[in-house]
């Protein structure tokens, strides 16, 4: 279960880092934030998934506009330091647990149930394939290798709406990462600051490295 959720976030990543072209490195910061949001829920704060949901949402504007104006190491660096403010956060917000994290059980779906988290974190990273499947060959997967182009050739930007076209894939890649988050955090019964630690971001930007601009 935990390789698929793996395998999930490195091809919700690629959606950005090798489809559009952007150093894009904190996926994690998304699956940690869904986690957290899950964990918050199911200790009777109603509020957490709401809150999860906003922050995500301030999250990936910002990663989508900062993605044109900044150069690619500074963006990338950015990432990196998002992953770590995020980390340092959790770790000191004491209605996060702190270093120590929090309980993020469910009796409905017990920690460690290997079969049903098999099915579950199968079927997300089924969904993260079709989604590459449907860029591969449809109208909206040109769109995105134009706006690929598009950030290095200004003649390519008079083509598609390079803003949109990127944000919507910070949206799905978004939704993917959150969902294996939640999957993660029932999974393990237990989350912490670790989820938004920065070794583990690099661990997941190595495979979508040498995969190319046709990641599938």
Same mark, same amino acid.
């Given at each position: 279960?935990?390789?698929?959720?793996?395998?999930?976030?490195?091809? !919700?990543?690629?959606?950005?880092?090798?489809?559009?072209?952007?150093?894009? $490195?904190?996926?994690?910061?998304?699956?940690? +934030?869904? $986690?957290?949001?899950?964990?918050?829920?199911?200790? =009777?704060?109603?509020?957490?998934?709401?809150? =999860?949901?906003?922050?995500?949402?301030?999250?990936?504007?910002?990663?989508?506009?900062?993605?044109?104006?900044?150069?690619?190491?500074?963006?990338?660096?950015?990432?990196?330091?998002?992953?770590?403010?995020?980390?340092?956060? $959790?770790?000191?917000?004491?209605?996060?647990?702190?270093?120590?994290?929090?309980?993020?059980?469910?009796?409905?779906?017990?920690?460690?149930?290997?079969?049903?988290?098999?099915?579950?974190?199968?079927?997300?990273?089924?969904?993260?394939?079709?989604?590459?499947? +449907? *860029? =591969?060959?449809?109208?909206?997967?040109?769109?995105?290798?134009?706006?690929? *182009? $598009?950030?290095?050739? +200004?003649?390519?930007?008079?083509?598609? &709406?390079?803003?949109?076209?990127?944000? !919507?894939?910070?949206?799905?890649?978004?939704?993917?990462?959150?969902?294996?988050g939640v999957l993660r955090a029932?999974? !393990?019964?237990?989350?912490?600051?670790? &989820?938004?630690? *920065?070794?583990?971001?690099?661990?997941?930007?190595?495979?979508?490295?040498? !995969?190319?601009?046709?990641?599938?």
């Open positions: 279960s935990s390789d698929l959720v793996n395998s999930s976030l490195v091809a !919700a990543q690629a959606l950005i880092l090798n489809r559009l072209g952007i150093p894009f $490195a904190a996926i994690t910061a998304f699956s940690g +934030i869904g $986690a957290y949001a899950i964990a918050l829920t199911l200790g =009777g704060l109603w509020a957490g998934i709401p809150l =999860g949901v906003l922050l995500s949402i301030i999250l990936l504007a910002a990663f989508s506009f900062l993605a044109r104006p900044l150069p690619q190491d500074q963006y990338l660096l950015l990432t990196l330091a998002a992953l770590g403010v995020l980390r340092a956060t $959790a770790g000191t917000a004491s209605g996060l647990g702190g270093q120590l994290g929090m309980n993020s059980a469910t009796a409905g779906l017990p920690p460690q149930a290997s079969g049903p988290f098999v099915i579950l974190t199968g079927t997300l990273f089924a969904a993260s394939l079709l989604a590459h499947r +449907i *860029i =591969g060959v449809s109208e909206f997967g040109l769109a995105v290798s134009v706006t690929r *182009i $598009a950030r290095t050739d +200004i003649t390519a930007n008079s083509f598609v &709406q390079v803003q949109r076209i990127a944000l !919507a894939c910070f949206a799905v890649s978004a939704s993917l990462a959150i969902c294996a029932m999974y !393990a019964g237990r989350i912490d600051p670790d &989820q938004f630690r *920065i070794q583990t971001a690099i661990v997941l930007l190595m495979p979508t490295l040498v !995969a190319g601009s046709s990641p599938f």
